[in-house]
Nanobody, 125 residues
C-alpha cells in the first residue's frame, strides 16, 4: 500500500515556474513507477509525465516535453515535477500516482492504483 500527498501548487504568471512534490509513505515506494497527471475543469484526466522505479527512464506528454521534468529521490520517498515556462493551458489540478511495484511506467491512469488528493496549479496570462 502506498499513500501519496502532493504539495507545491499555486498561482503563477505565464512563463513562470513551479515545483510540485509528492511525498509517499509505504514500504515499497522505491520499487513503484510514478506518474503525474492533471485534470482541468470539464476535461478528462490526462497524462503529464512518468518515471520508472529506478529513475533511469522518464516519459512526457508532448504538450509538456522540454518544459517539465519528472524526478525522484527514493531516499526521501518523494517524486518531483519541475514545471518551467508555464502556460495558461497548464492550469489544472495535478495528481501524482503510483503503480504496482516493478511494473513499467505508463501513461494510462487506469494502470495506477494509488493516487494523491491533488494540488491546484493556476497559470495567469
Amino acid at each position: 500500500q502506498v499513500q501519496l500527498v502532493e504539495s507545491g501548487g499555486g498561482l503563477v504568471q505565464a512563463g513562470g515556474s513551479l515545483r510540485l512534490s509528492c511525498a509517499a509513505s509505504g514500504r515499497t515506494f522505491s520499487s513503484n513507477p510514478m506518474g503525474w497527471f492533471r485534470q482541468a475543469p470539464g476535461k478528462e484526466r490526462e497524462f503529464v509525465a512518468a518515471i520508472d522505479w529506478s529513475g533511469s527512464s522518464s516519459y512526457y506528454a508532448d504538450s509538456v516535453k522540454g518544459r517539465f521534468t519528472i524526478s525522484r529521490d527514493n531516499a526521501k520517498n518523494t517524486v518531483y515535477l519541475q514545471m518551467n515556462s508555464l502556460k495558461p493551458e497548464d492550469t489544472a489540478v495535478y495528481y501524482c500516482a503510483a503503480r504496482t511495484s516493478y511494473y513499467s511506467a505508463s501513461a494510462s491512469p487506469q494502470e495506477y492504483p494509488y493516487w494523491g488528493q491533488g494540488t491546484q496549479v493556476t497559470v495567469s496570462s
